[in-house]
């Protein structure tokens, strides 16, 4: 669940980001008076990553850097809003209990079992069955070491698992991560 949060906000925010960058790029240039600020004139040459230097009017690359400045402002004050918030937390919170159910159902069957291995493993059960009827004691602080571990094993599962269809779709052939020595499962 918690992978799938981190996927769907990363993507809204790219999304933020591209429509900001898109309302810059119309921005006209009425902020300005006319012809005061922006008497210059000229080229600029900047450097491309992928075919090398390229020569830019002055006034276009200035407006390029006011744009990127407007940007970064921007995240500024987005990161300035959330100081001291959970982003994923407040994302889950804001959810629908149907949208809530969307984000635990993707996981696939081998993600699954690996989970309940896991947990069968840490209990100290072999059978699935016997894991419903197993009365548990554990303070809170036990509690929550196992809630934060079961978490993270889960998030670094479905990752992996994340990966291995993205690399399938893709058509490459899978990397396996390679345990140090002497953790095999």
Known sequence: MFR??????????????????????????SDYAPGTQKKVSGEVIR?????????IDAV???ELL?????????????????????????YLKSLEP??????????GEDALEAMNT??????GVSDPAQL??????????????LLYWLMVVGYSVRNIEVRF??????????????LPPGENL
């Open 132 to 145: 419903k009827r197993t009365p548990t004691e554990a303070t809170a602080p036990e509690l929550a070491r």
């Open 60 to 62: 276009k690359y200035i």
């Open 4 to 29: 799938n949060v981190q996927f769907r906000l990363e993507l809204q925010q790219s999304l933020e980001q591209v429509a900001l960058t898109d309302a810059q790029s119309i921005r006209s240039d």
């Open 66 to 90: 006011e744009i990127e400045i407007d940007e970064l402002k921007h995240q500024l004050t987005q990161r300035k809003a959330l100081h001291g918030h959970n982003e994923i937390l407040d």
């Open 118 to 123: 896991f947990i069968q493993r840490l209990l």
């Open 98 to 107: 149907q949208n809530l159910q969307e984000l635990t159902s993707t996981a």
């Open 165 to 178: 269809d993205m690399e399938r779709v893709l058509g490459m052939p899978p990397k396996l991560p390679e």
């Open 47 to 55: 450097w491309r990553d992928d075919s090398g230097p390229e020569k």
